[in-house]
């Protein structure tokens, strides 16, 4: 990996996209399995290099960034908020020269939909970022870990930077390794606000990864290892509760990717629906809004399952549906897999 700095002057486009998660949330950062898919919309930097600071516009936010290269500011008290992640890809990628440019987006800020993965993605190949997917994707992580102190797993970025069209990502967070499992053509995947946006920084996300690591602390292997039964080791019921769900999550991942190989929706949709149950009871990081929401989804015809995507504390639903169920959600939107981020 490394950075190639581009030619002072050089007009650069990078475009990463959002991702969605299908099943498998909580469980990347303890080495489980995650099955999300790069979705079609995202973040695109449009960068013309040179200078010694990166200075960006959003149509997001009307305040600038302007950011030093090689500076010791760290990057998680950059003002705007939106700069601090831009502060940490600078920081990360270290290149020879800023630039100067702009960031658009179609991807709702605070809705689970990695808006910030994306913009880090986009603006590392933008200020000329090279490696291999899953390289890029590391750096992209270690920068929003100092851009807001969140201990966040590596899925958001691996699927920005691994997306394939009509593919969902089955990534094994401890192999690191991905591998495309083919989404049925008759399948739609919808995403649907809940209303409340969420920010991990002032939620709950790093005290379920303190509480996930006390429980596997006490367990004789690693929790993606470990059976239910064995959770009689940990002493404390909230802590058997957290490790409980990863277990269990990591057990519908992989039988669910099998399923959308497979073809089989209706079983797809069925662990779709007790992920989202395991995340309310066991994690406690659904809302009211997001119980309503897929509540009312689940009775609508045609919609195999439906649960909470991303960390949770408001956000998104996503739902797998038959055909045009998606046109008839007035809150919702139809995503389709997209390829990884790149250059255009």
Known sequence: MGSSGGRVGERVRAHAPGRVNLIGDHTDYSGGLVLPMAIDRGTTVDLERGGERVRLTSSADPSPVDVAIGAAT???TVEPHWGRYVAGVVAVVDPPVGGSGTVSSDLPIGAGLSSSAALEVALALALGLTGSSLEVAQACQRAE??????????MDQLAATSGRSGHALLIDCTTLTVTPVPLPEPAEVIVVPSGEVRALATSAYA???AQLEEAA????RPLR???VDELEAVKDALLRRRARHVITENA???ACAAALGAGDLATAGRLMVESHTSLAADFEVSTPALDR???DLLAVPGVYGARLTGAGFGGCVVALTRPGVGRRQARGWIVRAAPGASLV
């Open 207 to 209: 005290e379920r990864r």
């Open 252 to 254: 519908r991942v992989a």
């Open 293 to 295: 929401l897929v509540d």
């Open 225 to 227: 290892d470990v059976s």
């Open 145 to 154: 870990h100092l851009a807001v102190g969140v201990p966040c797993g590596i």
């Open 74 to 76: 760290p990057p998680a």
């Open 217 to 220: 602390a006490q367990l004789p």
